[in-house]
């Protein structure tokens, strides 16, 4: 039985995120999505508030499971029982910065990273994106899963 593990900020979590683990669950038993509580990088969304959006975005999938960590990310994923990483490479930027740690996770854990490209409607999108574009007012159809869409808006409205 594999269960893989796609970890990320996801502040705010978006249609790409939401692509994304929808087709990572088809090729593994079990996802968990994971929300890293980055104390170097704190998020402007709270951890609750966070994977309280992923818990909407993925409630009809039995299969995908939504938690938060901290520390060291094959920790994590040993301790869950992850038998790959997955993670986005939307272009070479991403993979010059993900191949090393796939290769340490590798050589020092033996935790497998299993890399996937965004869908074409998806390759540019990123969370830094959706949150200028909500802080400027902006209807966010089409970038943030419409579950979520009005209540990420409201939160940019107030300013937070």
Known sequence: MSHWLFPGSFDPVTCAHEALALRASRLCDTLTVAVLQNRDKPADRSLELRMEWL???FASCPDIR???FEGALADYAKKIGADALVRAIRDTSDLEY???WARLHLAREGVETVFLAPEARFADLSSSQVRQW???GKDLSGLVPECI????ESLFRQGR
Do not use: F, M, T
């Open 55 to 57: 818990r909407r975005v």
């Open 98 to 100: 993900e191949y090393p």
């Open 149 to 152: 869409r009005e209540d990420v």
């Open 66 to 68: 939504v938690e938060c």
């Open 134 to 136: 909500a802080g400027l």
